[in-house]
């Protein structure tokens, strides 16, 4: 049997049902690219015409030359209807998905309590829908809903129900623990039965995490012989959630044999895991398995000193291998390579062994312990190795600045900023209105640079983010902001930690205006052969 | 083969290896007697010796008068030594404990890697270690770690460890999965092996969640005839944890028959998992299997509409069986039915049918569409609901806020509010510090209303979220606040949607607030048979 797994995301559509998930249509795009970089086979993007979001993302996503199909979900026609008049097939086709995922019932009890109908319409349902979309050039892949359930209470029903969707041509049969209640000894012996049951089929799995067993339940269906495997990433999903991919791919990969993404693309996971965290805007716990940042963390002192003897002693991989890395939460001597090959990229002079680079990344542990990130603000850390490095000249000196919200019942509220800089010598005092806090700074701030530096005219801030660092203590509680900006060629990303929001805000705009900046001159230096003195004294000294 | 399981918390010892957690003598004196109360069989209290906090916890537990036997861990003596010597196993025979958890060494390379002693030394270390306590009259588990690997790599010696063991007498024989690598399938095959290679033996299971696996190894090894399974409450633990007693009692009793602590103390499941959260202070995933607040949530409409039919339709258990509870949750891919369930819920009268109701609900709708979410808001739901009911007269009129941060080079920022209301016909001006923007509106607007609703004194705010809601347009973007706050009973949710994170921050706190009050009337129209006019009038006119 073959030892190629299919992997199919659903993110985006079942990830989404998870209660505190909602992604824009612009997130979802992002999220797709993100995923097809990690080289799933199957992005399930949405439910064409369930709302305006998925019919924008289906719209877009086509300009993006993804390698990965796209499939668009819904349902079997309705009862008592025909399927080329189904308003739900319809929309399906006309996403211009390249895939329908099509969810029918295989529960008896459901067809008889939700779809109130009887189990004969309920198959033909299954049957004229896969069998219209096949007609239409579709791929269809058949999600058979609550099966472990059905084939529990009526299995000769179960199994009539996939039978029927191969008949009209399904490409994929996927068995779905809907409501998570199934037990991994429970799924191989079912799926074993399939294989005299239904010959030549492709089976699939979906699961969900309800008993805590979705990655099991998972790895227990391929080896009974599922070839397809369902799942989201982080195990974003309704209720309990899906089955995590990011604990299911490395498991069936380095564990087991199968082929799902390759060597190259599973050092991706951990950044994909994090990076969809941040979209989603979903705190990602720290002990998540694989990618998680203690999946590989130390903390014993026992432990601490065998792992210095030989890594295999407390872990069960090589944290590379997922593009996570150790860490030793006592002594801690990991992440230096990570910024000392930062420094590299960046050209810069950089070497742990010598006592002003150790002091760098002292100082960059510090910012970390304090609630900085540097994996998502590369600007920022870059700006603190050039500081390090005796590169940066500081454009402009802080004095102060003042932010005012006032908001009387019946009229908009106001906010105004007042910044306060010295520049190259001279005071500059300048007041904003904004439509918000931030915008307002924003707005003072860039008042006061572009007399200086024109070049502030062509950047703009294209993303802002605020997370809670420690909600114990709630509006108390200390403040990450991450600011991403844009010109017309690059973008780059700022970090700032406070206990004020404000000021948290303040600091990642400065660090974004600083770096931009700093690209203008460094581009300067590169496009003139003899650059003047002038432009040269911003950077060097 | 009995069917009767014996669990072993370790929430205690093995628990607060997890990063973050860190657990006082109190704290783990709290736990201990909520562990007890939930009918565990051994309480793993800690490492006697290694710290102050674990010999004063074993100290004062012996007061407690606790059902489960209480345990003490370490490891076997030190090689080329003697056990009565061993500073160590004194400790352990000084801490009154009834129990020991002797740690020993099953895994070939480990011996040689980490001990750096022979395979048969080992051996002796793990005979005279047992022995020596269990001639001091002390029960001893013996946890053998790395079993699986050991049995691997070397099947021979990771069974004469565990033989080694037995005839030393110990009384529970461990297999440890300490890295977390192993698979269900490989946990069962090796314990299956051991029913004819060490007859008689009583075996237990202590898995980590690396491969999000724990659980299911678990279970794998209970159903290969393992009858201990040690565990932690939430999965807390080293790495990315131990195996989670949460997910494992009820599946083990529920789904596969076995006794562990009875049915009605598994009802008590979900409040032991929160309240150890609270004492250990690490935030509880909502989506956590069984006990979070999640776990029997409903979000999609076409699932609302079938789990009112019929609440077996989308869930794999009664949620009251573990103590837990169903919610609909309202949100943008959800039908009508929701809001109405909702309603019902509050014993508030409303039926879709009716003019009044259709419009509350294009307005929830139309709130839903500027950015509003209501699925972790239920209070500001509420407060909808009921005001739509004419149910809510107003406890206070806005007059305005100011809200002004101030920050001057080398000094911290300063944070300050102003409010003015309108309260029972009374101008109230406050002005408040805070060590945040948010934090200084909540001091001032507090300020205010404590004068006529004394019982605003007794909430607080716990958690405060804030999330970017279109991020294309940056800092002039939309943003969504939500507020959780708590007194000593309840927690309710609100939220804030505006361009300005202020003006979105003081409505979720207004809302939370307003409903503080709501709770204290309506209880108090509950508690006196004849409620004065002029608390009716706060909320019926």
């Given at each position: 049997?073959?030892?190629?797994?299919?992997?199919?995301?659903?993110t985006l559509?079942?990830g989404t049902?998870g209660?505190g998930i909602s992604l824009?249509?612009?997130d979802k795009?992002?999220i797709?690219?993100?995923?097809?970089?990690?080289?799933?086979?199957?992005?399930?993007?949405?439910?064409?015409?369930?709302?305006?979001?998925?019919?924008?993302?289906?719209?877009?996503?086509?300009?993006?030359?993804?390698?990965?199909?796209?499939?668009?979900?819904?349902?079997?026609?309705?009862?008592?209807?025909?399927?080329?008049?189904?308003?739900?097939?319809?929309?399906?086709?006309?996403?211009?998905?390249?895939?329908?995922?099509?969810?029918?019932?295989?529960?008896?009890?459901?067809?008889?309590?939700?779809?109130?109908?009887?189990?004969?319409?309920?198959?033909?349902?299954?049957?004229?829908?896969?069998?219209?979309?096949?007609?239409?050039?579709?791929?269809?892949?058949?999600?058979?809903?609550?099966?472990?359930?059905?084939?529990?209470?009526?299995?000769?029903?179960?199994?009539?129900?996939?039978?029927?969707?191969?008949?009209?041509?399904?490409?994929?049969?996927?068995?779905?623990?809907?409501?998570?209640?199934?037990?991994?000894?429970?799924?191989?012996?079912?799926?074993?039965?399939?294989?005299?049951?239904?010959?030549?089929?492709?089976?699939?799995?979906?699961?969900?995490?309800?008993?805590?067993?979705?990655?099991?339940?998972?790895?227990?269906?391929?080896?009974?012989?599922?070839?397809?495997?369902?799942?989201t990433i982080n195990?974003y999903?309704?209720?309990?959630?899906?089955?995590?991919?990011?604990?299911?791919?490395?498991?069936?990969?380095?564990?087991?044999?199968?082929?799902?993404?390759?060597?190259?693309?599973?050092?991706?996971?951990?950044?994909?895991?994090?990076y969809i965290s941040e979209i989603a805007n979903v705190h990602m716990?720290?002990?998540?398995?694989?990618?998680?940042?203690?999946?590989?963390?130390?903390?014993?002192?026992?432990?601490?000193?065998?792992?210095?003897?030989?890594?295999?002693?407390?872990?069960?991989?090589?944290?590379?291998?997922?593009?996570?890395?150790?860490?030793?939460?006592?002594?801690?001597?990991?992440?230096?390579?990570?910024?000392?090959?930062?420094?590299?990229?960046?050209?810069?002079?950089?070497?742990?062994?010598?006592?002003?680079?150790?002091?760098?990344?002292?100082?960059?542990?510090?910012?970390?312990?304090?609630?900085?990130?540097?994996?998502?603000?590369?600007?920022?850390?870059?700006?603190?190795?050039?500081?390090?490095?005796?590169?940066?000249?500081?454009?402009?000196?802080?004095?102060?600045?003042?932010?005012?919200?006032?908001?009387?019942?019946?009229?908009?509220?106001?906010?105004?900023?007042?910044?306060?800089?010295?520049?190259?010598?001279?005071?500059?005092?300048?007041?904003?209105?904004?439509?918000?806090?931030?915008?307002?700074?924003?707005?003072?701030?860039?008042?006061?640079?572009?007399?200086?530096?024109?070049?502030?005219?062509?950047?703009?801030?294209?993303?802002?983010?605020?997370?809670?660092?420690?909600?114990?203590?709630?509006?108390?509680?200390?403040?990450?902001?991450?600011?991403?900006?844009?010109?017309?060629?690059?973008?780059?990303?700022?970090?700032?930690?406070?206990?004020?929001?404000?000021?948290?805000?303040?600091?990642?705009?400065?660090?974004?205006?600083?770096?931009?900046?700093?690209?203008?001159?460094?581009?300067?230096?590169?496009?003139?052969?003899?650059?003047?003195?002038?432009?040269?004294?911003?950077?060097?000294?």
């Amino acid at each position: 049997m073959s030892k190629s797994i299919s992997i199919f995301d659903t993110t985006l559509r079942d990830g989404t049902q998870g209660e505190g998930i909602s992604l824009s249509a612009d997130d979802k795009l992002k999220i797709a690219k993100k995923l097809d970089d990690l080289g799933v086979h199957y992005i399930e993007g949405g439910i064409p015409g369930s709302n305006s979001k998925d019919i924008e993302f289906f719209k877009r996503v086509q300009q993006l030359g993804l390698s990965a199909k796209i499939t668009a979900f819904g349902s079997t026609r309705r009862k008592d209807s025909q399927a080329d008049q189904d308003a739900n097939l319809k929309r399906i086709i006309e996403s211009g998905a390249q895939a329908a995922t099509l969810v029918g019932k295989s529960w008896d009890f459901h067809v008889h309590t939700a779809l109130q109908t009887t189990l004969e319409e309920n198959l033909a349902m299954i049957y004229d829908s896969i069998a219209y979309l096949k007609q239409q050039g579709l791929e269809v892949i058949f999600d058979a809903e609550h099966f472990f359930d059905g084939y529990k209470n009526n299995p000769e029903y179960a199994v009539s129900v996939l039978k029927k969707a191969q008949e009209a041509g399904a490409d994929w049969l996927v068995m779905c623990d809907t409501n998570g209640g199934t037990l991994p000894h429970e799924i191989s012996s079912i799926v074993t039965t399939l294989h005299t049951d239904i010959p030549q089929a492709n089976l699939g799995i979906h699961t969900h995490n309800d008993c805590e067993l979705a990655v099991a339940n998972t790895l227990s269906a391929v080896q009974a012989g599922a070839r397809q495997v369902q799942g989201t990433i982080n195990g974003y999903g309704e209720r309990c959630g899906n089955a995590n991919l990011c604990s299911i791919i490395p498991s069936l990969q380095l564990k087991l044999g199968y082929e799902c993404i390759g060597e190259e693309r599973l050092k991706q996971l951990t950044n994909t895991a994090r990076y969809i965290s941040e979209i989603a805007n979903v705190h990602m716990p720290i002990n998540q398995p694989y990618v998680g940042n203690a999946a590989f963390a130390h903390k014993g002192g026992i432990h601490v000193s065998a792992i210095l003897r030989d890594s295999r002693t407390y872990e069960h991989i090589v944290p590379e291998w997922v593009g996570n890395k150790q860490r030793v939460l006592v002594s801690d001597l990991s992440g230096q390579s990570n910024i000392v090959s930062k420094a590299h990229d960046m050209g810069l002079d950089f070497d742990q062994t010598n006592e002003q680079s150790r002091k760098v990344i002292d100082k960059i542990k510090d910012l970390e312990h304090q609630g900085y990130t540097f994996e998502a603000a590369d600007a920022s850390l870059e700006l603190l190795l050039r500081e390090a490095g005796g590169e940066m000249k500081e454009l402009f000196t802080f004095e102060s600045f003042k932010m005012l919200v006032e908001k009387t019942a019946g009229r908009p509220v106001v906010s105004e900023a007042f910044v306060k800089l010295n520049i190259a010598g001279n005071n500059v005092y300048t007041a904003a209105e904004g439509n918000g806090p931030v915008n307002a700074l924003d707005n003072a701030l860039r008042k006061a640079l572009v007399q200086y530096f024109p070049a502030i005219k062509e950047m703009h801030l294209s993303d802002y983010k605020v997370r809670v660092l420690d909600e114990k203590d709630a509006t108390a509680a200390k403040v990450r902001v991450l600011i991403e900006s844009r010109d017309i060629n690059n973008s780059w990303n700022t970090v700032g930690v406070s206990g004020n929001v404000i000021e948290a805000s303040w600091e990642a705009l400065v660090d974004s205006m600083r770096y931009a900046l700093l690209g203008q001159i460094l581009q300067k230096e590169r496009d003139v052969e003899e650059p003047s003195a002038d432009q040269r004294g911003l950077i060097n000294h």
